[in-house]
């Protein structure tokens, strides 16, 4: 049985191996010629590298070069071709098809010729030549150029006749063979000038007309940038990025047919070199074009260029902007910030005022996590404050908010005018830095040497110039910064001191009562259990219980406690009274009740209010949501509040 089923497969299959081969082999064969017959060029079309386009039309001929895997435009001037546009024109050639075709031999049987079609074989309207031969190849290498004749169209327009390479036979092929071998030169041309993109570009080298020493060179170090000449100093890579993407934006205009008396190439007003990855790209902006009635803040100016290595003239429209800006790349691409440090690494600050011999300095510094403490928490910090050596350093609880303010604003400190490069000794004297107004010495995890930013202002004090540096080399850039920064350097423990008046209550601490009296009259002015719904402002004496719980101050002042307070320019007693009674859980389930008093000023202005503890031995102003709700307790219920807005 298995043998009978074995012999009637083979024989199927050798049955429809015999119609295939008999049948089908045929009918594929057929319609291979058949799309062979109708390709007008054949492996002389495979591998095109040159191309020619000859037309009776002005401007209308060309010529292409592949080199590697770029084209270029030979004619009618040397330039890098639109890559589209010129694979456009090999695809086009690759692939032509004729929709039929008829024997030259077969023109005078009907008394017709070539010229009846448009093909004239010695000035024809539009021919191309191409060639499969490298043009880098020696001159012994055989070079042999294929070319094609067109005509005139047909009748209905959609279709053009063509003469074969061989001018046995004419085709006609569709007129978008035409249109494709007539794309205009502004086309046919790559516009873009330098190319070489930030990413890879290495350095970037200006030089401006005059002497050699106008030339301005940054060089790429890693992820920055770095001038060598005329300056060794930091480059903002900001601007950097931003400069090389509006040199990459730059695009040739118009080629003039009438070149300038003056080449850019010859007397370049500037000339911009991009370095990249083995690629080195040089443009000459010559003269401005001539513009009859020029716009007064025109946002681009148009002038002559010249790419380095090409004969071509072209115009070239530059932002007026960035035409500055490579003028007087020296400042313009120039870092401004003046320290160069990440926050998150600093472990200490150090504030002296070597002007002020003394002014005790500061030391801000960053405290290690406890054990156990989430390894992304923030760190806390402390002032040590030094004294004048008959005791040692003492230490507070910094404020962590403003530490970190600080060294934001110093990250961000930059430079406002670069004041000098090469100061002179008499030059550090009247500016200041013999004796700084303010020293910073910045601490850095992992560093060997702390960043050191000296402050120095002139005999007015209207200026203010920073120099930075380490403690072996204080710099030799001087800048003048904006004048806020010396306010952020407080030499003043307080202004650095942990604002928490006191260590909040704990969780199973809970505020009773509230009263607020005025001490003078012993009148009370507010008085509520915390409990209970309190009848006057409940949101006010929410605000009040979640302020006392924690309480921070605004401010603190110099000394401890005193019984009256400079307020205003006299000299004051206090006004007010808070007292808050706390209940803390007691033995056998009961609660202990003590009563915290703190003393108030009367509110002085829009937010300012004093107050005062004996326990803390501490005098502070209050923060403003706390005064708003305590003026709100004393005064609200009477308090007919602002005037309406008049009506409009």
């Known amino acids: 049985m298995r043998t009978k089923v074995t012999l009637v497969l083979i024989f199927l299959n050798a049955a429809l191996f015999i119609f295939i081969f008999k049948f089908e082999r045929p009918r594929i064969k057929d319609a291979e010629a058949r799309e062979t017959r109708r390709r007008v060029l054949g492996p002389e079309a495979s591998d095109i590298r040159t191309i020619e386009v000859t037309s009776s039309v002005a401007d209308g001929s060309f010529a292409l070069e592949r080199r590697r895997d770029t084209w270029f435009l030979t004619k009618p001037f040397e330039w890098p071709a639109n890559l589209h546009a010129a694979s456009a024109i090999v695809s086009d050639l690759q692939l032509l ?32 030549a191409f060639s499969s031969i490298d043009p880098a190849a020696p001159a012994s290498i055989a070079r042999s150029t294929t070319e094609l004749r067109l005509g005139d169209t047909t009748k209905d327009g959609k279709r053009l006749y063509l003469l074969s390479p061989d001018r046995e036979r004419v085709h006609v092929v569709k007129r978008s063979f035409a249109d494709t071998l007539t794309t205009p030169l502004d086309q046919l041309r790559a516009d873009t000038l330098l190319t070489v993109r930030v990413f890879e570009a290495r350095s970037l080298t200006i030089q401006t007309a005059g002497t050699a020493s106008a030339r301005v060179r940054i060089r790429r170090d890693g992820t920055r940038w770095r001038f060598e000449t005329p300056l060794t100093a930091a480059a903002s890579t900001t601007a950097m990025e931003i400069a090389i993407k509006e040199l990459n934006g730059l695009r040739a205009k118009s080629f003039p047919a009438t070149p300038p008396a003056t080449l850019p190439s010859s007397s370049p007003m500037m000339r911009v070199t991009l370095e990249g990855n083995g690629v080195t790209e040089t443009l000459f902006i010559g003269d401005p ?25 072209f115009t070239v429209a530059i932002p007026v902007e960035l035409i500055r800006a490579l003028g007087s790349a020296h400042e313009t691409l120039r870092e401004r910030r003046i320290l160069d440090f990440d926050p998150a690494q600093v472990t200490a600050v150090a504030i002296s005022s070597p002007a002020q011999p003394r002014q005790a300095p500061i030391t801000l510094q960053r405290l290690e996590p406890p054990a156990g403490q989430a390894a992304g928490a923030a760190p806390s910090w402390q002032i040590v404050v030094r004294s004048d050596g008959t005791q040692g350093p003492q230490t507070l609880p910094a404020e962590r908010a403003a530490v970190v303010r600080l060294l934001e604003r110093l990250s961000l400190l930059a430079a406002e005018k670069f004041q000098s490069d090469e100061p002179k000794a008499a030059d550090l004297e009247d500016w200041g830095f013999n004796r700084p107004l303010r020293e910073v010495t910045i601490t850095l995890a992992g560093s060997a040497a702390p960043l050191v930013l000296r402050l120095g202002t002139d005999a007015s004090r209207t200026t203010l110039f920073a120099r930075a540096g380490t403690p072996g080399d204080p710099g030799n850039s001087i800048v003048q910064v904006r004048p806020e920064i010396e306010r952020d350097l407080d030499l003043s423990p307080l202004a650095w001191r942990d604002r928490a008046v006191a260590d909040p209550l704990p969780a199973s601490a809970r505020i009773a009562a509230v009263k607020l009296t005025e001490i003078n009259s012993k009148r009370v002015l507010f008085e509520s259990p915390v ?51 706390v209940s803390l859980p007691g033995p056998a389930g009961g ?23 004996k326990e803390l031995d501490a005098v502070f102003t209050l923060e403003h949501p706390l005064v708003d709700a305590l003026w709100t307790l004393a005064y609200g219920a009477r308090d007919p509040g602002p005037p309406p807005e008049p009506k409009k």
């Open 97 to 128: 098809e004729h929709e039929s075709a008829f024997p030259v031999a077969d023109l005078g049987k009907s008394g017709l010729s070539l010229a009846d079609y448009g093909i004239d074989l010695d000035k024809p309207k539009l021919k191309v």
């Open 289 to 313: 074009v001539p513009v009859a009635s020029p716009a007064p803040a025109a946002a681009t100016a148009e002038y002559f260029g010249q790419l380095e290595g090409r004969a071509a003239v």
């Open 531 to 581: 409990d209970a719904t309190s009848p006057v402002q409940p949101a006010a004496l929410a605000t009040v219980v979640t302020a006392l719980r924690a309480l921070r101050a605004k401010d603190f002042l110099p000394g401890g406690f005193t019984e009256k307070i400079m307020a205003a320019g006299d000299e004051r007693p206090w006004r007010l009274l808070l007292e808050t009674t």
């Open 591 to 613: 609660e202990l009740l003590t009563v915290r008093p703190l003393f108030l000023s009367e509110r002085l202005g829009g937010a300012l209010q004093y107050a005062g503890s």
